[in-house]
């Protein structure tokens, strides 16, 4: 009985998580209307933003600074499997992206816009909003160290990135997020 309800528990979390996954991107440039050892979400608003930024705009502000970090898709709402751009409180414009830093037997068996082969950035209508998708996802994964992932909240713009990036590595990404708008 007890291993019975371990493992639907355990299907259970999988289910929920699959709501953060990031499998199914488009390559199309169009826009679509943990501590330092451990990822963590990072909130930090700052009143320099003034227009909401798109996806696409943080992406290429942030690729200046990290040089590894390569665009992998543009999610439309035909193909986001977590079914959440464009609708209310959600993100309103969303890219994956590839890191070049990260091996590709870590990541063997993963879709090409998933989180783990370098991140996505998600923008959204309010700073709010952002910091909310960014808190969801962290309490969903802190129970699997596996799926976790390094979160930073500037602005309108959460940029979520790899947990197969070092701490160090993964800071860069913080860095260059600070610095949107």
Known sequence: MKQTLTI????????????CSNTKTDTSEAPASPDAAKPSSTAKQSPKVSKPLTARAAFDEISATVASAKPSGTVTAENDPNHLLGRPSQYTTKITFSD???SADDVSGTGKGDVDR????????????????A????????AMPALSEYDYVQGTTLVRV???????QATEYKTAAANLG
């Open 8 to 19: 639907t528990a355990a299907a259970l979390l999988v289910a929920t998580l699959a709501a």
């Open 162 to 168: 790899s947990h197969y990036l070092t701490p160090k």
């Open 135 to 142: 808190d969801y996802i962290q309490s969903v994964t802190k």
């Open 118 to 133: 370098g991140g996505a950035i998600e923008a959204f209508a309010t700073a709010a909003d952002a910091k909310a998708r």
């Open 100 to 102: 070049s830093r990260i």
